[in-house]
């Protein structure tokens, strides 16, 4: 699942040979874009995803959905039958908790990246097996009710958001982000962003970092499938 700034995610993930995946955005091929060409520019970015498949390698098929999704119920519906989700949206707000509800229930990893202004970031959820989106969204709840009240707040100025990437750093993330699909499709190495945020920052030197997540005891996706957490992460 993808928009267009993330589409290079198609390069990455095609390399490798996969065999088949299910595209969905709802979005049209941009100008700053630099995947398709710009003879695709104004089609539909998941026809030019399916355009792009075929050329590339024959035996790569993808299924185009151009559609929004706006539940966990939707991600589910298009997610029957896969293997592994790849998430790099970020509309609806909630999306990742939403991808995090729907892959519980179809019981597939999936893989998150995206762009936050001047910071690559990504990481990866393996449902039941190690903690989970939610477990880090409550972990955040919790930290919330011990900021005082003017942190807890919107800023009274906000100041424009820059960003600087550019296509090719971004396909920097994909590619990252494609190694840990890889992990997980082929068990040839355990996942290394599971329940971790691997982040690279682009305003300062390319500087990278690693934020792991824990399991949060009132999780109630990660309670629903107990018997699947391992000791060590159910701690
Ligand atoms: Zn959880």
Request: aromatic residues 8%.
């Amino acid at each position: 699942m993808g928009q267009p700034p993330n589409s290079s995610a198609i390069w990455a993930i095609g390399a490798f040979g996969i065999g088949g995946w299910v595209r969905a955005s709802r979005w049209w091929v941009p100008a700053r874009q630099f995947v398709y060409g710009r003879s695709a520019l104004g089609r539909p970015e998941v026809l030019a995803a399916a355009d792009w498949a075929a050329t590339y390698s024959g035996g790569t098929r993808v299924v185009p959905i151009q559609e929004r999704l706006d539940s966990a119920a939707a991600i589910e519906r298009l997610g029957d039958g896969v293997d592994i989700v790849v998430c790099a949206i970020d509309s609806p707000p909630n999306v990742e908790l939403m991808v995090n509800e729907a892959c519980f229930a179809l019981d597939v990893p999936f893989v998150h990246g995206g762009l936050n202004y001047s910071t690559l970031v990504h990481w990866s959820v393996d449902p039941g097996r190690a903690p989970c989106r939610r477990c880090l969204e409550l972990h955040r709840d919790d930290e919330q009710l011990t900021l005082p009240t003017v942190l807890r707040q919107d800023p009274f100025i906000a100041t424009p958001p820059v960003n600087p990437a550019t296509g090719p750093i971004v396909q920097l993330l994909c590619g990252l982000m494609s190694v840990e699909i890889v992990r997980y499709l082929t068990g040839i190495e355990p996942p290394v962003a599971a329940a971790t945020y691997r982040m690279i920052e682009l305003a300062d030197g390319l500087a990278t970092a690693t934020a792991p997540w824990h399991h949060h005891p009132d999780c109630p996706l990660c309670a629903k499938v107990a018997d699947r957490v391992p000791a060590e992460v159910a701690g």
